[in-house]
């Protein structure tokens, strides 16, 4: 891990690049990007920096911890840390479609920093992450003609995917919770994350979600405390609760049999938000249940395994 000093990072891409030669070639006084002396207050920082895991796959999350407040940087995006206890967290979301490779995670602290907006050359700590290839399997779906004119209904499904989009539109910046992620249900995940799936041999979607199977009427449970953004009847999920966690993170759940919660709401980590069913477009009971970072489905087993 290095600490940095540079005004590079105000610009982006292949702007950068450009930039950068051009600045090398005829005035290399003027770019400047170094590692600067560290003094010892700051090794703490350096320290305290770190990344979980530092190889991850595509469809994963990230977390990252920091002693200090600042923002992080990732694919040239940034996200605020969010006090919690007493450090300050991060969650990355690795996307599906994330390139392989080595990827540089950025970190501005507050306390070396004017704000981002001043102009001023920003310095940062920088760490590695490297996305390694993960391969998603197919799945092969056989359903019914009547359940099959359902996923054809392209107006109901753009209504969903509109009321999905407002519930996520505002997220909490801080976090709303203060112990670890617990599982909604126990139950055997039938269909994983990632899938590619055919419906009646039709190419359809891919599965952003995992598919918990439990008996009709068990009880899900809130995987950590929250505020309720949407708790309704939609067109393909049926019954559906989705849970603001802050952070940009968001818990979803769908086919539920009934609804306990309503919009609005502040749920406590294992309150009962519903039940198990088979409302919507859904060929049995079981949990349809997704994580959202930053806006990006992510791999809830692997969510719960870093969030524990
Ligand atoms: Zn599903």
């Known amino acids: 891990m290095t ?71 990732f694919n040239e995006t940034k996200y605020r840390l969010a006090k919690k206890g007493a450090e300050y967290l991060a969650v990355l979301p690795i996307s599906i479609d994330q390139q392989t490779g080595v990827q540089e995670v950025l970190l501005y602290p507050s306390e ?63 976090a709303l919770f203060t112990d670890s992620f617990i599982k909604p249900l126990d139950g055997r995940i039938t269909t994983k994350f990632g899938f590619t799936r055919y419906i009646n041999g039709v190419l359809d979607s891919r599965h952003m979600a995992i ?12 995987p950590n405390s929250g505020r309720v953004v949407l708790a309704e009847y939609l067109y393909l999920s049926g019954n559906r609760v989705i849970i603001d966690h802050g952070m940009g993170l968001f818990s979803s759940f769908s086919h539920l049999s009934a609804l306990n919660v ?36 992510v791999n809830p087993e692997q969510f719960y395994s870093l969030m524990r």
């Open 3 to 73: 600490l940095n000093k540079g005004c590079g990072n105000l610009l982006k891409g292949k702007y950068l690049i450009v930039l950068s030669l051009f600045l090398l070639v005829f005035n290399s006084q003027v770019y400047s990007q170094k590692i600067i002396n560290v003094d010892s207050s700051l090794h703490s920082v350096l320290k305290h920096f770190s990344l979980f895991p530092t190889v991850s796959y595509p469809g994963d999350a990230v977390l990252v911890r920091s002693i200090t407040d600042g923002v992080v940087e």
């Open 262 to 297: 309503q919009a609005g709401d502040s749920v406590a980590r294992g309150e009962i938000l519903g039940n198990v069913g088979s409302t919507g477009f859904s060929t049995g009971p079981h949990l349809h249940h997704a994580i959202y970072v930053h806006g990006y489905s």
């Open 211 to 222: 598919d918990i199977a439990a008996a009709e009427g068990t009880p899900i449970f809130a």
């Open 112 to 174: 070396l920093n004017d704000p981002p907006d001043s102009g001023k050359c920003q310095e940062y700590l920088s760490a590695k992450i490297t996305i390694e290839e993960k391969a998603f399997s197919t799945q092969y779906l056989e359903v019914t003609e009547d359940q099959q004119a359902m996923i054809q209904n392209e107006e109901e499904i753009a209504k969903d995917r509109q009321k999905f989009l407002y519930s996520i539109a505002n997220p909490t910046i801080n």
